[in-house]
């Protein structure tokens, strides 16, 4: 039973809508959602001079430039700073979204979470190959200082590095956003376990298990901006391992 | 619950579509004009800072110029009083040593005149002398007079040249 409604809330379906079917699932409705809300209140607020959005969207943009890219990847990283910041932004308002009632959380969705460290797989490849050409990309699978006999065996080792980095990237973010789900649902079933025996024992059991409920819910806004944070600064740092040559 | 491990490929597809468009969108409707208004204003901050010290250096090697031409000016007019003692000493020394000179000369020239004076007194009492010796030697002659006239009468002259 928990298994369906984990599967329900975390997997993709149809997206319906006062009783109207539409051509999208409700993951890509989700993301749509996200994405133009970020839209809207970022593009607001850059046109705005001055306000409590704009610094709050310019001290954004700083953490992320100067704590973020710049110690790792210097100047080169300068004109990715937009990339980390939508990257960013996009997994904390999709975590943030999520916890809404009768939304889904497209980041506890190995496809999403997939789909984001595709598209930094292919940020890094791309900008690794226009920095240091692709003779320079390749090498730099090849660590410094290896014996050539050695070079066989490191280079195929060093590309399923690369691969297994964006994997985990993928599935540390899914298995964070799923795992608070599978606590909260876990929590929430207490109290019908607990009602099955008897009407009573429900009523008693729910007290503490909102109680947990609400705290395992404040720690997911904690996890939001954690799990952003980390696949954002993992991100980083696997462009600053691959954009350097050995 | 195996279900939620596999991947969806026509998610995966739009969540690449979908985050590609939305950071196209943000990088140039948001990020850029963000940045560019962080950089113009950090650009401003290290501008204002380098003129700031710019100033401060400017303000430095003024200070340190008027320090110099201060010290300058206190040797100079250091240099100046002295030269000013001096020539006041020189011109003291000139001033006396004329002085000294002009009283040689107005002794020298007073001991010419009394030279002068004394002699030409001498000279009117040789003279005086001598027509005395000749009215004496006329009165001699013409009394005829004794040894003791002649006598009376030397002393009578001679009394009158110790006068």
């Given at each position: ?182 606590i909260l649902?876990?929590l929430i079933?207490f109290i ?16 503490p298990v909102m109680f947990m409920t609400l705290f395992v819910s404040i ?28 | ?163």
């Amino acid at each position: 039973m928990i298994g369906e409604i984990l599967q329900h809330h975390i997997l993709n379906h149809g997206f319906n809508f006062l009783g109207i079917q539409f051509p999208i699932s409700q993951f890509v409705a989700m993301m749509l959602l996200v994405s133009t809300v970020i839209l809207f209140v970022f593009i607001f607020a850059a046109h705005k001079k001055t306000g409590r959005l704009r610094t709050v969207a310019e001290m954004f943009v700083m953490f992320v430039r100067d704590d973020l890219v710049l110690p790792n990847l210097h100047e080169k990283g300068r004109k990715l700073v937009p990339f980390f910041c939508s990257l960013f932004i996009f997994i904390l308002f999709s975590n943030y979204l999520g916890m809404l009632p009768w939304a889904r959380t497209v980041t506890a969705n190995i496809s999403v979470t997939a789909g984001l460290a595709l598209v930094s797989l292919f940020i890094i490849v791309g900008q690794s190959i226009k920095n240091n050409g692709f003779w320079g990309f390749t090498k730099t699978f090849v660590p410094g200082g290896v014996p050539w006999w050695l070079i066989p065996l490191m280079f195929p080792l060093e590309v399923l590095s690369l691969i297994i980095r964006i994997f985990v990237l993928a599935v540390r973010l899914f298995a964070n956003m799923t795992a608070g789900h599978i606590i909260l649902i876990g929590l929430i079933s207490f109290i019908f376990i607990m009602g099955a025996h008897g009407v009573k024992d429900g009523f008693m059991t729910a007290g503490p298990v909102m109680f947990m409920t609400l705290f395992v819910s404040i720690l997911e806004l904690l996890v939001a901006v954690i799990q952003a944070y980390v696949f954002t600064l993992l991100t980083v740092i696997f462009a600053s391992l691959q954009l350097e040559a050995h | 619950m195996e279900k939620l491990l596999q991947p969806d490929l026509g998610l995966i597809f739009w969540t690449i579509v979908n985050f590609t468009l939305l950071a196209l969108l943000l990088a140039k409707f948001a990020w850029k004009p963000i940045i560019s208004a962080i950089e113009e204003r950090e650009k401003k901050v290290a501008d204002d800072i380098a003129a700031a010290q710019n100033a401060k250096d400017e303000a430095k090697k003024i200070e340190e110029n008027l320090k110099r031409e201060l010290e300058n000016s206190s040797k100079n007019a250091a240099l100046r009083l002295e030269e000013a003692t001096k020539a006041a000493q020189k011109e003291r020394e000139q001033i006396l040593q004329d002085a000294q000179s002009q009283a040689q000369n107005l002794v020298a020239h007073a001991k010419e005149e009394i030279n002068l004076e004394t002699q030409k007194a001498i000279a009117e009492v040789k003279k005086e002398l001598a027509d005395t010796a000749l009215l004496a030697a006329k009165k001699l002659v013409a009394k005829e007079s004794d040894i003791k006239t002649n006598k009376a009468m030397v002393e009578e002259l001679l009394n009158e040249i110790k006068k």
